[in-house]
């Protein structure tokens, strides 16, 4: 094992698939997909706002689109995902977990709601809490969580479920829409700015059906400064990078900025590497 330097303290590179370090926080630079958008770039983000746009009324080709633009990244951080363990955490119905699994992944969903897998869930998907996966520690190559973190009343126990199904060195891609976020109010956004309780009755008025989201019971109030201070502080992660998700320049800029984060990232990417333990 060769030693490194992390946080201070002398640590050893990982024996495995690949090896990294503080130094080489992106050890795959190539986008494999045929047909990869540059991320980022305008074209990629506005071809993933028009199909936001259009997500109730075709939600295949947005979550597809989605999906493809996720694996993406994840390729881009960590090489091509073919013949890996790839864990989909809070899946919902699976577009990830498919994506994952047509590019040769040996991917599996965990969703806890039986609900949000739908009448065709993947082969294979499992019931199960994030909080608590039924898997050994390190199974997993990539740990994959997108928009699950602010569903969530204990997001640092969350994390620490994804670390410990992590094998050391493997990658962790955690994405959430923090509060703050002109799209934190979910289906009432933007008017969560002027309260939930405001927004949840004003989005009832509006369509006569109830909001599905709850502040404190289904969607929590995460914040990118609290989060990234928290994640500094675990031994089990270290962040290669933290990002804005979907933002066309400027992704990692962005969140260096105080306050201003807050409601300019839009959707907080965190792409960790498990530490060895
Ligand atoms: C907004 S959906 C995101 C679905 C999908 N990952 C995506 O990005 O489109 C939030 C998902 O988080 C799931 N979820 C909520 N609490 C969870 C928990 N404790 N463990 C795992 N998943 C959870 C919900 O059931 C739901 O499928």
Same mark, same amino acid.
């Given at each position: 094992m060769t030693p490194i330097r992390r946080r201070g303290k002398a640590v050893s590179r990982v024996p495995g698939r690949r090896g990294w370090s503080r130094s080489s926080p992106r050890p795959f630079s190539g986008i494999?997909?045929?047909?990869?958008?540059?991320? &980022?770039s305008f074209r990629r983000s506005l071809a993933l706002f028009r199909a936001f746009m259009h997500e109730q009324d075709d939600p295949e080709a947005c979550y597809s689109l989605l999906a493809r633009d996720a694996a993406d990244q994840v390729e881009a951080y960590d090489g091509p995902v073919a013949g890996?363990?790839?864990v989909d955490v809070g899946g919902g119905s699976g577009y990830f977990t498919e994506e994952f699994r047509r590019r040769g992944a040996q991917a599996y969903l965990f969703e806890p709601d039986m609900g949000e897998l739908g009448e065709k869930p993947p082969e294979g998907a499992v019931i199960a809490d994030g909080y608590l996966l039924p +898997? $050994?520690?390190?199974?997993?190559?990539?740990?994959?969580?997108?928009?699950? +973190?602010?569903?969530?009343?204990d997001p640092q126990t969350f994390l620490s479920e994804l670390a410990r199904v992590t094998r050391p060195g493997g990658l962790i891609y955690v994405s959430f829409t923090n509060w703050l976020s002109p799209w934190g109010g979910h289906e009432w956004a933007p008017w969560h700015y002027l309260g939930a309780e405001r927004a949840r009755a004003r989005y009832r008025r509006r369509t006569g059906r109830p909001a599905k989201h709850t502040l404190g019971e289904n969607l929590f109030a995460v914040h990118?400064?609290?989060?990234l201070r928290q994640v500094r502080a675990r031994d089990d992660v270290e962040i290669v990078s933290a990002r804005s998700r979907y933002?066309?320049?400027l992704a990692e800029a962005v969140v260096k900025a105080p306050g201003l984060r807050e409601f300019a990232t839009w959707n907080l990417l965190l792409i960790l590497r498990r $530490? &060895? &333990?």
């Open positions: 494999s997909a045929p047909g990869a958008v540059k991320d &980022p890996r363990t790839v +898997l $050994c520690d390190g199974v997993a190559d990539v740990t994959f969580s997108s928009n699950v +973190l602010e569903h969530v009343a990118i400064g609290a989060t933002w066309p320049f $530490c &060895p &333990p």
